[in-house]
């Protein structure tokens, strides 16, 4: 057995557990909010649609890496390749639309409590959650179109799965289609971050004035700004080791950083809206104790 095989089952043995792990707390969790009715409140809803994107994304990427370390099939067909593009696209902007809304959510709750009925209505939140999808979706599919464009020349993948970028590598050429289409990413994602970091502000200038607010920052909007910071920072790990790989990254170093943000804000999300959030808790430890 050679050091190399050895070092992918050593991988291995920790990637199949993880995967197994963020499958049973996104499940448990869609399960506790679809199942409890307590929960079917907009805040819930949105956190229900955030697991569900964390499922597809862990996913997307998961099932194609642990197969090529059980086997060392690095090999994957064009289309194959395309799919896996498209899930991990729609995880990426699905995870920060989702983030938006829910910011969006806990300052019209904890600012404007009494019109917080009137403005989530049941009509808002289908419109809300119909956009944390329709808008990924979009996405995905003027990258993968922008990215197709030419014909492909090569057929070498520098990272452990296939993103937007690696479907543009492998084109012959490339034109400035992709460099109109990143900045309209940017001033999207520019957007989004915008959205939390202002609620938030004001989140933060309402509850210096009110205990009762304070109270709920803690409860409700904590995990959510925890969570929030978490993606980011995963996020730029990945978008900045493509310019740090020449210079300063090892290969290990290199293909840790690019699968940080598929692999960390899944299996960390439940976890922490399971702890901080008190209805969900309880509704936790109460499964725990009925089993027992």
Known sequence: MTA????????FSFALPGYLLTIVLNAT?????AFEKALHEPMYIFLCNLCVNDLCGTTGFYPRALVYLLTETNRISLEECIVQSLVIIVYAVGELSNLSVMAI?????????LQ??????PFTVRSLVTFIWIFPCFVSIIAILVAMKHPICR?????????NL????????????????????????????????ISYLKIILACRRSKVNQEKFFSTCMPHLIIF?????????????????????SRKLYTFLSVVYLTVPPV?????????????RAKILYILQFKN
């Open 155 to 163: 057929h070498d993948i520098d990272k452990l799965f296939c993103e």
């Open 166 to 197: 690696s479907l543009v590598n492998l084109g012959c050429k490339e034109d400035i289609s992709y460099g109109i289409f990143n900045g309209w990413m940017y001033a999207s994602i520019t957007v989004f971050t915008g959205l939390v970091l």
């Open 4 to 11: 190399r095989w050895q070092h992918l089952k050593l991988i």
């Open 29 to 33: 969790l869609i399960m506790i909010i």
């Open 116 to 121: 917080y009925p009137g403005i989530m209505s």
């Open 105 to 113: 959510d806990r300052y019209i709750a904890i600012c404007q409590p």
């Open 229 to 249: 910071l978490n993606y980011i920072i995963c996020s730029f790990f990945d978008s900045s080791q493509t310019e740090l790989r020449a210079k300063t990254l």
């Open 268 to 280: 960390v999300n439940p976890i922490i809206y399971g702890i901080k959030l008190r209805q969900v």
